[in-house]
């Protein structure tokens, strides 16, 4: 079948904050780029993001980024790359100016400069004392950016695609990368997307998981592509559970409401995190709180009829003040929890919340990987930044406010390099002649598939599993049984169908390829998180409690062909200071 093609200099999937400001960067370059979005640009999931950037600014308290950095590492319970740390932390200062001077609505302070607020894990002075490092534009940070980049993208002239899908990667025989293959999701039109440079920044996953305070879209997508065109995973048994997620709705409720005053109480009225992170309190690392609250649920100390949650006191910092810097959260606690938080305290549960791993890259944003049995090497043409990829500044858990500023650096720096890059490589090598062969085959398989298993029911079982066989806790037994379950699944993804090829929007079709995706990134936490036999940040065991760094400290990369998994080391030297020696890690 004969698709329609398009070229351009560079194609970005994505247009999140990741996508946005790496296409900002090109786009001024004078570069022909196209951005694909399954949504309107800003509707992406960063538009939810509430509580703020981090950067050692030190507007409020003293700070600077080798404080920053050493909480980075220390939070990444010492998996993270120091390289890429110590770039993001000593850039952080001058993205976040740079967004001010593009027009940015930051809350002020009295004297004119950006207001900062804590939040977990950000201290003074080496891990000393909490520090205020987060810039914020009230709990909107994330809609004040977005909406910030796509004026100026509109401005630059960056061409959108919005509506549409990418459905695969284009890799041709010497393992380069060429583009890829989309489709517009109101039509089901397929086109050929050339490009000198492919970037991906397609966003988290963690809508594998039952409870999620991601959007719906967030499937991954970015990383089944990369899986299926033999791209390895990486770390990607560590999810992050944020500690306060509204029971039962899933939705955030940000930790800046911790970084404002507010705390945690069990059953018992007690300020149970005094015991946990006796130093940090309420604002220790996302890993120790949500662990702490899980552990409080299953000794018998959780609130409510089932004791299967705990609450969030906010009342104490007065109903102004939360109407002032807290409004978001206030709406969500009304709407979703049907709670004023200046009278009553919220209802919260740990909530799957951020994909630590992804498409491995080094500080670059260049991709970094195997291609069949060679060494591991940069792969021609293909880049990946933000959630969907692993720098890995985050190692094994990521620091609240930590990621909108890896949006921000590395979509800077992956412009940047692809500028040199494509200096390199003036003219587009040809397409391979099957380049849409698998995308047309699955779409058609899936419009023709009679007596098929539906996408909805195949769904709900793949995140049941996930949720209990690979949650805040991990257990061998559970673990064992749950890579065999979700192989099952993965085997009736393969069976889906599409019941309903009624609807204007093709929605159907949406969700039976994403769920392609979301079944690849399911099964590589489920393998890797069965295989990693240690516990570090978020991937914490039951059987093995204690980090073992003589045999875990180590990347893993996890292939979809054959589930195989590799390891490689973690790169502990920073570029300029010292490494950060190994720790125990307490707050
Ligand atoms: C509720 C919430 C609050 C948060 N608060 C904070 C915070 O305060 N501070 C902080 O640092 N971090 C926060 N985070 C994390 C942070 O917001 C995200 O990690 C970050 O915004 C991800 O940005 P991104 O650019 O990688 O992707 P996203 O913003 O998720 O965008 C992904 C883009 O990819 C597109 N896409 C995906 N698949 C395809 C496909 N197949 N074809 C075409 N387009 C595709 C989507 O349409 C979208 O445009 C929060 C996260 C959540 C969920």
């Known amino acids: 079948m004969a698709v329609a093609k398009r070229t351009f200099d560079v194609v970005i999937v994505g247009a999140g904050g990741s996508g946005m400001r790496a296409a900002l960067a090109l786009s001024e370059?004078?570069?022909?780029?196209?951005?694909?979005?399954?949504?309107?640009?800003?509707?992406?999931?960063?538009?939810?993001?509430?509580?703020?950037?981090?950067?050692?600014?030190g507007n409020i308290s003293e700070d600077n980024w080798h404080w920053h950095m050493y909480d980075t590492v220390k939070g990444s319970d010492y998996l993270g790359d120091q390289d890429a740390i110590e770039f993001m932390c000593r850039a952080a200062p001058e993205v976040v100016y740079e967004l001010e001077h593009f027009g940015m609505p930051f809350d002020r302070l009295e004297n004119g400069t950006i207001?900062?607020?804590?939040?977990?894990?950000?201290?003074?002075?080496?891990?000393?004392?909490?520090?205020?490092?987060?810039?914020?534009?009230?709990?909107?940070?994330?809609?004040?950016?977005?909406?910030?980049?796509?004026?100026?993208?509109?401005?630059?002239?960056?061409?959108?695609?919005?509506?549409?899908?990418?459905?695969?990667l284009i890799r041709d025989e010497d393992g380069d990368v060429l583009g890829v293959v989309a489709m517009e999701i109101e039509t089901s039109e397929v086109m050929v997307l050339q490009a000198r440079a492919t970037l991906f920044a397609t966003g988290g996953a963690a809508r594998i998981f039952q409870a999620s305070t991601n959007a719906y879209i967030n499937t991954g997508d970015g990383l089944g592509m990369a899986a299926?065109?033999?791209?390895?995973?990486?770390?990607?048994?560590?999810?992050?559970?944020?500690?306060?997620?509204?029971?039962?709705?899933?939705?955030?409720?940000?930790?800046?409401?911790?970084?404002?005053?507010?705390?945690?109480?069990?059953?018992?009225?007690?300020?149970?995190?005094?015991?946990?992170?006796?130093?940090?309190?309420?604002?220790?690392s996302r890993d120790v709180v949500s662990r702490a609250i899980a552990t409080?649920?299953?000794?018998?100390?959780?609130?409510?009829?089932?004791?299967?949650?705990?609450?969030?006191?906010?009342?104490?910092?007065?109903?102004?003040?939360?109407?002032?810097?807290?409004?978001?959260?206030?709406?969500?606690?009304?709407?979703?929890?049907?709670?004023?938080?200046?009278?009553?305290p919220i209802p919260v549960v740990p909530t799957a919340h951020y994909m630590m791993g992804g498409i491995p890259?080094?500080?670059?944003?260049?991709?970094?990987?195997?291609?069949?049995?060679?060494?591991?090497?940069?792969?021609?043409?293909?880049?990946?930044?933000?959630?969907?990829?692993?720098?890995?500044?985050?190692?094994?858990?990521?620091?609240?406010?930590?990621?909108?500023?890896?949006?921000?650096?590395f979509g800077r720096e992956v412009a940047r390099q692809i500028i040199e890059d494509l200096q390199r490589n003036p003219h587009p090598k040809p397409l391979p002649h099957d380049a849409?062969?698998?995308?047309?085959?699955?779409?058609?398989?899936?419009?023709?598939?009679?007596?098929?298993?539906?996408?909805?029911?195949?769904?709900?079982?793949m995140r049941r599993v996930m949720q209990n066989h690979c949650g805040v806790f991990r257990f061998p037994d559970l673990l064992a049984q749950g890579v065999e379950k979700i192989r099952t699944v993965a085997e009736r993804v393969k069976n889906t169908m599409i019941n309903d090829q009624s609807k204007v929007f093709n929605t159907a079709c949406v969700?039976?390829?994403?769920?392609?995706?979301?079944?690849?990134?399911?099964?590589?936490?489920?393998?890797?998180?069965?295989?990693?036999?240690?516990?570090?940040?978020?991937?914490?065991?039951?059987?093995?409690?204690?980090?073992?760094?003589?045999?875990?400290?180590?990347?893993?990369?996890?292939f979809s062909q054959g589930q195989k998994l590799d390891y490689k080391p973690v790169r502990l030297k920073p570029l300029t200071v010292e490494s950060f020696p190994l720790k125990a890690r307490v707050y």
């Open 29 to 57: 370059a004078g570069l022909k780029v196209a951005v694909l979005s399954k949504v309107f640009p800003t509707r992406s999931h960063t538009v939810a993001a509430q509580g703020g950037i981090a950067a050692s600014l």
């Open 115 to 168: 207001y900062q607020r804590s939040f977990g894990g950000h201290m003074q002075d080496y891990g000393k004392s909490p520090v205020q490092r987060a810039c914020a534009a009230a709990d909107r940070t994330g809609h004040a950016l977005l909406h910030t980049l796509y004026q100026k993208n509109m401005q630059s002239n960056t061409i959108f695609f919005v509506e549409w899908m990418a459905l695969d």
């Open 228 to 284: 299926r065109a033999g791209i390895p995973l990486e770390d990607m048994e560590f999810f992050q559970f944020h500690p306060t997620g509204v029971y039962g709705a899933g939705v955030l409720i940000s930790e800046g409401v911790r970084g404002e005053g507010g705390y945690l109480l069990n059953k018992d009225g007690e300020r149970f995190m005094l015991r946990y992170a006796p130093n940090a309190q309420d604002l220790a």
């Open 296 to 344: 409080e649920i299953k000794e018998g100390r959780g609130c409510g009829k089932h004791g299967d949650h705990v609450l969030l006191k906010v009342d104490h910092i007065g109903d102004a003040v939360i109407r002032q810097r807290l409004p978001g959260i206030r709406d969500i606690s009304l709407k979703f929890a049907h709670v004023d938080p200046a009278q009553d």
């Open 361 to 409: 890259t080094n500080y670059h944003g260049q991709v970094v990987a195997p291609y069949k049995t060679g060494p591991e090497e940069v792969v021609q043409g293909f880049y990946a930044v933000g959630e969907c990829a692993c720098v890995s500044v985050h190692g094994a858990n990521r620091l609240g406010c930590n990621s909108l500023l890896d949006l921000l650096v």
């Open 436 to 461: 849409a062969e698998r995308p047309l085959a699955r779409l058609a398989r899936l419009k023709s598939q009679k007596n098929g298993e539906s996408v909805a029911e195949v769904g709900v079982e």
């Open 511 to 558: 969700e039976a390829l994403e769920l392609d995706n979301l079944i690849e990134v399911a099964q590589a936490t489920m393998v890797s998180a069965a295989a990693r036999q240690e516990s570090r940040g978020g991937h914490a065991r039951d059987d093995y409690p204690e980090r073992d760094d003589d045999h875990w400290l180590k990347h893993s990369l996890y």
